[in-house]
């Protein structure tokens, strides 16, 4: 499970709290009405943009924000060299029993592409399509809490805004009045306080872990794109396995070439660290 979302945004709230509480009162920053009008209206502009097949996944952003990483790809490069090798030995024919095996739909549909002899060019476009229109649907629910980083304060304005109008239109000018002043003007500027706090601390954070789960599901099936191609060209599985993992960090790649070549591959690894 990762909990670096709720731990980020909690810990954001705090540090604010613990701001407030040591310079004045919490009560200071608490009226209803700016509540409402930031958070309603920002709500309600959301619906306003988006679809329900949208809105209806929010349940499920939060899940996604929180689990742990879900498309890893050592395991998938594992499974790409060991089908290379009985590719090179039995056939590509021979993958077709295996394919039952495989849980992930993407995997599977690339191995069969493979598997009846389809134009590699044609597996390329097919898959490539498969994943942009992927990250264009992922792209536009992300893009929901983009706009609503972008609402919540605009909202926060205009609650400032209705506050500033209604104190100006009721300031009275007689002696002592003037002291009510600085407290009206706390209350108008709290909707803009408000704003901010929900555009940087919940809406921006998701938002960007969305999209890193989405380049993170993108690299796991351009790695089984070209893992199947290079299947489909009967390349060698070690070499194979050293191609997929050069889109790695270096050391993932290293942990790779360490579990291939035995104790030869953690010699290189450790040599390579050294000139590192």
């Known amino acids: 499970m990762d909990i670096t979302s709720i731990i980020g945004i909690i810990a954001g709230f705090v540090f604010v709290f613990y701001g407030i509480m040591d310079s004045g009162s919490i009560w200071n920053f608490v009226d209803i009405p700016s509540v409402i009008i930031v958070f309603g209206g920002t709500i309600s502009a959301i619906f306003a943009s988006f679809p329900l097949s949208i809105l209806k996944n929010v349940g499920k952003h939060m899940v996604i924000i929180c689990s742990s990483k879900k498309f890893r790809p050592e395991p998938v490069i594992d499974i790409l060299a060991e089908f290379a090798q009985v590719a090179r030995k039995d056939g590509l024919l021979a993958l077709e029993g295996r394919v039952a095996e495989l849980d992930d739909p993407f995997l599977r549909k690339s191995v069969m592409y493979v598997v009846d002899a389809m134009d590699p060019e044609k597996i390329r476009s097919t898959l490539e399509l498969d994943i942009d229109n992927m990250s264009q649907r992922h792209s536009e629910e992300a893009e929901m809490y983009v706009r609503g980083s972008a ?104 942990l790779i070439t360490e579990e291939e070549g035995g104790s030869a591959g953690r010699k290189r690894a450790r040599r390579s660290r050294r000139k590192k």
């Open 151 to 254: 609402y919540a304060p605009a909202f926060g304005m205009i609650g400032t805004l209705i506050g500033l109008i209604n104190m100006l239109k009721d300031m009275d000018l007689s002696a002592g009045a003037s002291e009510s002043l600085g407290a009206n003007m706390s209350v108008a500027l709290v909707t803009t306080f408000y704003g901010c706090m929900l555009a940087n601390l919940v809406f921006l954070p998701i938002s960007s872990k969305l999209n890193l789960r989405d380049e993170e599901e993108r690299l796991y099936k351009e790695i089984i794109v070209e893992g199947v191609l290079a299947i489909q060209e009967g390349d060698n599985p070690k070499v194979l396995k050293e191609r997929l993992a050069s889109s790695l960090a270096q050391k993932r790649q290293l």
